[in-house]
């Protein structure tokens, strides 16, 4: 019966419910794949990723994103496919999908496939589901470009195998960051259905052959503000996978309330910037060499709102400063607030011809505003400032909410785009 | 300064605005006589104290730049001339010039050099061009026309199609594509088996497939449905993709 409602059912409406359920996975993200065209076949993979359009809230939209179907055995409290949720279900046919996907992608609406599903049946043959989709896809459409899957918590290395052959990148979602949020919200999960998983797909990728086992790594998504967890107790979490399943990824998705449990909270907005923030100290702890304990502890386990994470461990360590940029090793550079990941670079290749003062900071892209405190060049700050605490928490406040102002409603702040968009044009120049 | 002027005032070059034209005009900046400026012919404006002269296009002339800066200056910095060159900025070619003079000076180590102001220039002309190639590449839009040619149609600041052809050429692998400078009135064209930029000052396009409307609801359809209520953010929206690509994306145009 349910198969002669799929069958009938528009293909816009199939696209709108099964589009709509799988938007609440952040990854969205097309990179860490590089390949060019192969004749005979459509689409290449370019490393730093594509966004092709933004959605109405902002977001990047670079792959098509559905879920196979939203049939579901399972109930966890937090998702909006719950089996005990009163909506509509429905499915793509193998042949439906592959064909949205190539027709999208040649148009140049898409990079790819993002693919979730449901769980039908057990997680094993929803893979299989999942496996029957990607192999049409990529053997008869002869299609090229870049594909991400979920694999279904619970999955056997057999399938989980399968899978990352036929795709760029995989994930498993943790969704909850604690054990006792898991017991509580997803009573058919657990720890070990999750993890497992993990590892597989961890040892797929070491084990990497020839013919390629997600070659863009793996990534996982956690849940904000539906539990009581702490910042502290997620960014040792995200921390601890990083350094356990070599992820390339940890993606932070604002709780959006969609079921009624009585542990869940009920009806508001998105804790966004707590989102903010979280993927700020994440981006601290992948590439600017920070730790989770030192950004946060038992006694501070929240992330600031009103100053970043980096400007807010820099004021507890002020003895650290000021830095003198023509001299200070670029591990220490990039602590400065103000100072990211391109200028530090640029900093170090620049000072071996010029001894720098604040105008070349400037020009190599410095935000002055912030650094002023922390650095002096050729032995000087730039102004008599008289540094402690309370004088430049004032000033840096002052500073963001003037910003803030500037950029509402809108709580995510530049500052989090800034370094994606810069990484993308620095991977363009690298082509040549 | 003074004999210059007594020479009519400072020389400017003009070249025809095409790649060798500029780095023919290069060439005799360095070979003849050093330039206050150097112009794409048409887009200047004429002060009192320059004279003009118009280059010759000389292929041969253009090739020995070009190697030159290759074997002295580098890759990157051939790229970064390039990009230089897609550029907008009237005064494009002038800081180019004075960017190789720099870089015949003191070879590869230039690139390094970011804080000086000729290599800072050059940077801060590129940038755009590069960003705005970066968005375009997501941001085009196919449309599926009679016979399964794809045509896209695009306005964009920075001369743009030496970039995308080749990049769509390369991902496009079995389909016959246009893209249509619509402000320069030139194409991007490939037949898959090559590609090229050609005039298309007479150009009308072929009519659009039967199922072009359909895919194009469907996008609509799931570009609409991705946006989280709860989180709108059309300001955010607006800041990522700027209006001004707006009018040939299918989900923003209303599928027009
Ligand atoms: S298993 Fe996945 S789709 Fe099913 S209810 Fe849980 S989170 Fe939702």
């Not at chain 1, 700020?280 to 386990?301: H, K, T």
């Not at chain 2, 941001?139 to 040619?149: K, P, Q």
């Not at chain 2, 794809?150 to 199609?161: F, I, M, P």
């Not at chain 2, 030496?162 to 246009?178: A, C, E, S």
């Given at each position: 019966m349910g198969r002669?409602?799929?069958?009938?059912?528009?293909?816009?409406?199939k696209l709108r419910i099964l589009g709509g359920a799988a938007r609440y996975d952040s990854a969205c993200t097309s990179s860490g794949s590089q390949r060019g065209g192969v004749k005979g076949m459509t689409g290449n993979a370019v490393s730093c990723g594509i966004c092709h359009s933004f959605s109405a809230d902002g977001r990047c939209v670079s792959l098509l994103k559905v879920l196979l179907t939203n049939h579901c055995i399972n109930d966890c409290k937090y998702c909006y496919n719950r089996s005990s949720n009163d909506i509509e279900r429905t499915a793509f046919t193998p042949e439906e999908l592959a064909d949205l996907t190539m027709s999208f992608y040649k148009r140049n609406y898409i990079e790819g496939l993002f693919l979730s599903s449901g769980i039908v049946r057990d997680p094993d043959y929803t893979m299989e589901l999942m496996c029957r989709v990607l192999a049409l896809l990529r053997g008869q459409y002869g299609f090229n470009g870049y594909i991400h899957a979920k694999a279904i918590p619970g999955g056997s290395a057999g399938m989980i195998s399968r899978l990352g052959r036929l795709t760029d990148r995989l994930s498993v979602n943790i969704e909850l960051p604690?054990?006792?949020?898991?017991?509580?919200?997803?009573?058919?999960?657990?720890?070990?259905?999750?993890?497992?998983?993990?590892?597989?797909?961890?040892?797929?990728?070491?084990?990497?052959?020839?013919?390629?086992?997600?070659?863009?790594g793996q990534s996982t998504q956690m849940i904000i503000g539906a539990t009581p967890d702490t910042d502290y107790q997620i960014l040792r979490l995200s921390e601890s996978l990083y350094r356990k399943f070599e992820l390339r990824r940890v993606f932070y998705s604002a709780y959006v309330p969609v079921g009624d449990h009585p542990a869940l909270p009920v009806a508001g907005k998105p804790p966004l910037l707590r989102e903010h923030r979280l993927y700020?100290?994440?981006?601290?702890?992948?590439?600017?060499?920070?730790?989770?304990?030192?950004?946060?502890?038992?006694?501070?386990?929240a992330l600031d709102p009103v100053l970043d994470p980096k400007c807010q461990w820099a004021l507890r360590h002020l003895e650290t400063f000021p830095v003198e940029v023509n001299r200070a090793d670029y591990s220490v550079l990039l602590r400065v607030p103000g100072i990211g990941v391109r200028s530090a670079k640029r900093i170090c290749v620049a000072r071996?011809?010029?001894?720098?003062?604040?105008?070349?900071?400037?020009?190599l892209g410095v935000v002055l505003k912030r650094a002023v405190y922390f650095i002096t060049c050729k032995g000087r700050y730039q102004t008599d400032l008289k540094i402690n605490e309370g004088f430049i928490y004032r000033n840096l406040a002052a500073d963001v909410g003037s910003r803030r102002q500037i950029a509402a409603p809108a709580e995510q702040l530049s500052f989090f785009s800034e370094p994606d968009r810069e990484d993308a044009i620095q991977c363009v120049t690298g082509e040549l | 300064m003074c004999d210059r002027r007594a020479l009519g005032g400072h020389l400017v070059y003009l070249y025809d605005g095409s790649f060798e034209g500029m780095l023919t005009a290069i060439f005799e900046a360095y070979y003849r006589e050093a330039p206050g400026r150097i112009l794409a012919e048409g887009c200047w404006q004429q002060a009192l104290d320059e004279r003009y002269e118009k280059v010759e296009t000389d292929l041969s002339k253009s090739g020995r730049v070009h190697d030159a800066i290759e074997a002295k200056i580098g890759k990157t910095a051939l790229g970064m001339v390039y990009y230089g060159w897609l550029s907008h900025e009237p005064e494009r070619a002038t800081r180019i010039y004075e960017f190789l003079r720099l870089g015949f000076r003191i070879g590869p180590g230039i690139t390094a050099r970011l804080a000086d102001p000729a290599v800072d220039a050059l940077f801060r002309i590129n940038r755009p061009v590069l960003r705005e190639y970066?968005?375009?590449?997501?941001?085009?839009?196919?449309?599926?026309?009679?016979?399964?040619?794809?045509?896209?149609?695009?306005?964009?600041?920075?001369?743009?199609?030496?970039?995308?052809?080749?990049?769509?050429?390369?991902?496009?692998?079995?389909?016959?594509?246009?893209?249509?400078?619509?402000?320069?009135r030139l194409a991007g064209v490939?037949?898959?088996?090559?590609?090229?930029?050609?005039?298309?000052?007479?150009?009308?396009?072929?009519?659009?497939?039967?199922?072009?409307?359909?895919?194009?609801?469907?996008?609509?359809?799931?570009?609409?449905?991705?946006?989280?209520?709860?989180?709108?953010?059309?300001?955010?929206?607006?800041?990522?993709?700027?209006?001004?690509?707006?009018?040939?994306?299918?989900?923003?145009?209303?599928?027009?």
């Open positions: 002669v409602m799929i069958m009938s059912m528009d293909l816009a409406d604690s054990e006792r949020s898991l017991v509580l919200l997803a009573p058919q999960k657990d720890k070990e259905k999750i993890l497992n998983p993990m590892g597989l797909i961890q040892r797929g990728i070491r084990d990497r052959d020839q013919r390629g086992f997600a070659p863009a700020q100290a994440d981006w601290l702890l992948r590439f600017y060499g920070f730790s989770a304990d030192e950004l946060l502890d038992q006694r501070r386990p071996r011809t010029a001894s720098l003062d604040f105008e070349h900071l400037r020009k | 970066d968005k375009q590449r997501g941001f085009l839009r196919f449309s599926v026309m009679e016979g399964g040619i794809y045509y896209a149609k695009e306005e964009t600041v920075s001369y743009q199609l030496p970039l995308l052809t080749p990049y769509f050429f390369d991902r496009m692998t079995g389909d016959p594509f246009i893209i249509h400078d619509v402000g320069r490939s037949d898959t088996r090559q590609w090229r930029i050609v005039s298309a000052e007479t150009f009308t396009a072929p009519d659009m497939s039967p199922e072009e409307m359909d895919y194009r609801r469907l996008w609509i359809a799931f570009h609409e449905t991705v946006a989280i209520q709860s989180r709108l953010n059309p300001k955010l929206q607006s800041q990522m993709a700027p209006k001004r690509y707006w009018k040939y994306m299918t989900e923003m145009n209303g599928g027009k």
